[in-house]
Nanobody, 124 residues
């Protein structure tokens, strides 16, 4: 069992930065691929970024490439999402997810555990 707790969301202006954190509890954190997803009101949850369990390879949705950076600290059992140059269209609830030995990073259904989400609001 893994429990995930996100933090770091908030209300910012366009162009600002935020860093989201996702703290995990449980065993074998380093064996989980970790992903960030987001869901805006009235829209489906979508992939944002992921980091592999093996060599910390990273993957991004096209609209966040060059602006967002995902990273992990296995010793702290934490994954981060650094978000720069935020835009109003980034406004959503952001969710952290864990996929044991995962390799299909963009597919929501393959993730085993989810956090409760943290709200990010970007004003124009």
């Amino acid at each position: 069992q893994v429990q995930l707790v996100e933090s770091g969301g908030g209300l910012v202006q366009a162009g600002d930065s935020l860093r989201l954190s996702c703290a995990a509890s449980g065993r074998d954190f380093s064996n989980y691929a970790m992903g960030w997803f987001r869901q805006a009101p009235g829209k489906e949850r979508e992939f944002v970024a992921a980091i592999s369990w093996a060599h910390s390879g990273t993957y991004y949705e096209d609209s966040v490439k060059g602006r967002f950076t995902i990273s992990r600290d296995n010793a702290k059992k934490t994954v981060y999402l650094q978000m720069n140059s935020l835009k109003p269209e980034d406004t959503a609830t952001y969710y952290c997810a864990a996929d044991y030995w995962g390799t299909t990073y963009k597919i929501i259904g393959t993730y085993d555990y989810w956090g409760q989400g943290t709200q990010v609001t970007v004003s124009s």
